[in-house]
T-cell receptor
């Protein structure tokens, strides 16, 4: 039973560029959330996708956008990258109903130079 | 929105001692409280969780207590071992504006636990 998988694991981008991160949820999970974890801080909620729509959003600018596909996999897109976007981006999946347990992927380390 | 405060920010103990980390939350509607352990360069891993209808839960050397009235919950690790050294995060999951629990977690700031051999 595969857990939450994310790609790429590490990447370096230049200020102003755009990046796309990908996530495949744990088998049986239909809800995907994205979190940003800056160095030395706790994860911060970016947004959540369910049934291919953004259902809930945290305090992040419109430069952060996402998508969910019919197979429940998801993408996080960040435009016009800033140095402050350097962080670990975590994907979390959970079933929409039933148990509350939320599982995290290994994350994508983004460095903006 | 929900706000979670976590203390202490750093905790140093000797192997075999107990460690306690405390968190408070602001939203009385929050109903799920997980604890995550994060080792350097790794993802947060769920170590224990508690739901709002339970006051205490134990799993071997780890226990969590919840006081809904005071809106605080605590992680207790007994007989600590060097491999317990990591950053620990508490989190709370509340309800959306529509009253449905959608799974958004609000995290505390983290506690760096160091267990000295």
């Amino acid at each position: 039973d595969a857990g939450v998988t994310q790609s790429p694991t590490h990447l370096i981008k230049t200020r102003g560029q755009q990046v796309t991160l990908r996530c495949s949820p744990k088998s049986g999970h239909d809800t995907v959330s994205w979190y940003q974890q800056a160095l030395g801080q706790g994860p911060q909620f970016i947004f959540q996708y369910y049934e291919e729509e953004e259902r809930q959003r945290g305090n992040f600018p419109d430069r952060f956008s996402g998508h969910q596909y019919p197979n429940y996999s998801s993408e996080l897109n960040v435009n016009a990258l800033l140095l402050g976007d350097s962080a670990l981006y975590l994907c979390a999946s959970s079933p929409d109903r039933g148990r509350n347990t939320i599982y995290f992927g290994e994350g994508s380390w983004l460095t903006v130079v | 929105g929900e706000n979670v405060e976590q203390h202490p920010s750093t905790l140093s103990v000797q192997e075999g001692d107990s460690a306690v980390i405390k968190c408070t939350y602001s939203d009385s509607a929050s109903n799920y409280f997980p604890w995550y352990k994060q080792e350097l360069g790794k993802r947060p891993q769920l170590i224990i969780d508690i739901r709002s209808n339970v006051g205490e839960k134990k799993d071997q050397r780890i226990a969590v207590t919840l006081n809904k009235t005071a809106k605080h919950f605590s992680l207790h690790i007994t007989e600590t071992q060097p491999e317990d050294s990591a950053v620990y995060f508490c989190a709370a999951k509340g309800l959306s504006a529509g009253g449905t629990s959608y799974g958004k977690l609000t995290f505390g700031q983290g506690t760096i636990l160091t267990v000295h051999p």
